[in-house]
């Protein structure tokens, strides 16, 4: 299979600060996506970027495919983007692979 | 919202039981994928249906089977429960098959097996 890895696993912020979360993959991949689970266990589609660059309000993602990493970007974070953000891989065409995830708790 | 609809929300049973949880993809999905999210093993990726036939395979259990029905909607039964079982049972949906786009997660079903 395919090695997922995020980086870090637990974020502590303050509200308002910036943070970048990472995601290596061990091999090319067809697609990846974005997601954060909220408290009540819900995963949210943030950004489906199999390459390039976009940017959602306060999110933005990078995905350098070439050099298999993938970057999200969190401005001015609020206690409501706290939870766990898992970067997802698609492999060979047919699988679907999770990282770990990043925790995060934004602090009032 | 995502359009993807998991029944039932939350499921208590014992060891040794049998359970059935069903999805309804998005409208225009074909996709329909299944995954398990548990404590130690995070989240896995399970099976795959494009309309209507099999298409991918994951860490599934021989103790674990899907199906997807004309009406594209999906079900996984779980038998033979064991504690292990206990996890959070999410369904998934895309537009395409192996080469498909975007997957969208419905809200899940929360077993616990006691």
């Known amino acids: 299979g395919i090695q997922v890895e995020q980086s870090p696993p637990d974020l502590i912020l303050q509200e308002g600060a910036n943070s970048t979360l990472r995601c290596n993959f061990s091999d090319s991949v067809n697609n990846l996506q974005w997601f954060h689970q909220n408290p009540w266990g819900q995963l949210i589609n943030l950004f489906y970027?199999?390459?390039g660059t976009k940017q959602n309000g306060r999110l933005s993602a990078t995905t350098v495919a070439t050099e298999r990493y993938s970057l999200l970007y969190i401005s001015s974070s609020q206690t409501t983007d706290s939870g766990v953000y898992f970067c997802a891989v698609l492999y060979n065409f047919n699988k679907f692979y999770f990282g770990s995830g990043t925790k995060l708790n934004v602090k009032p | 919202d995502s359009g993807v609809t998991q029944t039932p929300k939350h499921l208590i049973t014992a060891t040794g039981q049998r359970v059935t949880l069903r999805c309804s993809p998005r409208s225009g999905d074909l996709s329909v994928y299944w995954y398990q999210q548990s404590l130690d093993q995070g989240l896995q990726f399970l099976i795959q249906?494009?309309?209507?036939?099999?298409?991918a395979k994951g860490n599934i259990l021989e103790r674990f089977s899907a199906q997807q029905f004309p009406d594209l909607h999906s079900e996984l039964n779980l038998s033979s429960l064991e504690l292990g079982d206990s996890a959070l049972y999410f369904c998934a949906s895309s537009v395409g098959g192996t080469t498909s786009g975007e997957q969208f997660f419905g809200p899940g079903t929360r077993l616990t097996v006691l």
């Open positions: 249906y494009y309309n209507g036939e099999e298409r």
């Open positions: 970027i199999p390459s």
